[in-house]
């Protein structure tokens, strides 16, 4: 069971921004505010890029990203996914490790319709390769031509090729 306070008003907030397909915001970071509290730490609009750049080390956080899923055929198609990304930097210690599991499920339960989940320690789990084959990997029948993760952040599937195989 959770303890994890997410009682924070600006989480809703720009949940809700995020989750608009009419708004830039495109990521934001959650970290903790004491022991069992988050609060908004930063969020931007510039992508997996600027948003990677936020994790650090010794923290535990959870990152959340708009990814753009298009179909590039005679009709473009274009939807979006929310990924949340739970990062447990390299330095955190055993105990903090150990409650992040409950804690991180509570933080679900709280924020609905996040479609694709994702758990890193080193900044080479959060690059655009490794997120691609996961969401393809994690999808349904109708895939997508590219993944979108901000501003010239962009995966094409054809272009993953004979790589595909080492991200998965």
Not at 117 to 124: C, G, V
Not at 130 to 157: C, M, N, W
Request: hydrophobic share 40%; glycine share 10%; charged share 25%.
């Amino acid at each position: 069971m959770s303890n994890l306070d997410c009682s924070d008003p600006a989480i809703q907030e720009i949940w809700e921004q995020l989750a608009d397909p009419k708004q830039e915001l495109n990521w934001f970071v959650l970290n903790y505010d004491g022991p069992a509290k988050v609060k908004v730490m930063s969020s931007g609009t510039g992508g997996l890029k600027e948003l990677a750049e936020e994790f650090q080390d010794d923290q535990v956080m959870f990152g959340f990203l708009k990814v753009g899923a298009e179909d590039r055929k005679a009709v473009t198609s274009s939807r979006q996914k929310t990924c949340m990304i739970t990062w447990i930097g390299e330095g955190v210690g055993i105990m903090k490790k150990a409650k992040v599991g409950p804690q991180r499920q509570g933080l679900i339960n709280e924020i609905q319709g996040i479609q694709f989940y994702l758990q890193a320690s080193e900044k080479a789990d959060v690059d655009m390769m490794h997120l691609a084959s996961e969401i393809l990997r994690s999808g349904g029948a109708h895939k997508p031509t590219h993944y979108i993760f901000g501003p010239d952040q962009e995966v094409a599937l054809a272009d993953m090729g004979s790589n595909f195989k080492s991200y998965v």
